[in-house]
């Protein structure tokens, strides 16, 4: 979801703990992460991800994905200058090109796809008393107030 960060989206993720958790933006990615939000998904793209299960490149981890993009910004410009790679790999990438360009389209949130539901009906619309009457009865700890100011 950090792809997503930029000056108006921030991103909050669950850290452990009840109710601790991190919120990204544009600036707090390029910081913690060490690049731009739109470069994650090349990064994803060369190191895979085993828990959205797509593979990237077989020996390819995060430091090297990370020191790749950080050097060439793309997948394009990794690609553009494999020659000037290490051997070990620039033999990795081109063996595993294919799986590069798919995890790369696994990787990406797509923002263009067409809705044709209106926004104001997707809002979640729901009687205050029983869904805090539900919370109550499930055991969950969270105040009608905090689920409802998502909605709002």
């Known amino acids: 979801m ?5 000056q108006k989206i921030q991103i909050a993720i669950m850290k452990k703990g009840q109710g601790n958790y991190q919120v990204y933006n544009e600036d707090t990615v390029k910081e913690l992460k ?9 990064i994803k793209a060369l190191m895979g991800d085993t828990s959205d299960n797509y593979p990237g490149v077989k ?3 995060e430091k090297t994905a990370l ?17 000037h790679l290490p051997a070990g790999q ?3 990438i081109e063996a595993e090109l294919e799986m590069l360009h798919l995890s ?3 990787a990406a949130i797509r ?10 009906r997707a809002a979640w619309q729901a009687d205050e008393k029983t869904a805090g009457d539900t919370l109550t009865r499930l055991g969950l700890n969270i105040s009608i107030e905090q689920l409802m100011m998502g909605s709002r």
Not at 69 to 83: C, M
Not at 111 to 120: F, G, M, Y
């Open 2 to 6: 950090l792809q997503l960060a930029n």
């Open 34 to 42: 060490g690049c731009h939000p739109d470069q994650l998904v090349d």
């Open 59 to 61: 020996g390819i981890g």
């Open 67 to 83: 020191k790749l993009i950080q050097e060439y910004q793309t997948i394009e410009g990794v690609l553009d200058n494999l020659a």
């Open 90 to 92: 620039r033999r990795k």
């Open 104 to 106: 790369r389209t696994l």
């Open 111 to 120: 923002c263009d796809a067409p809705v044709s539901l209106p926004l104001e």
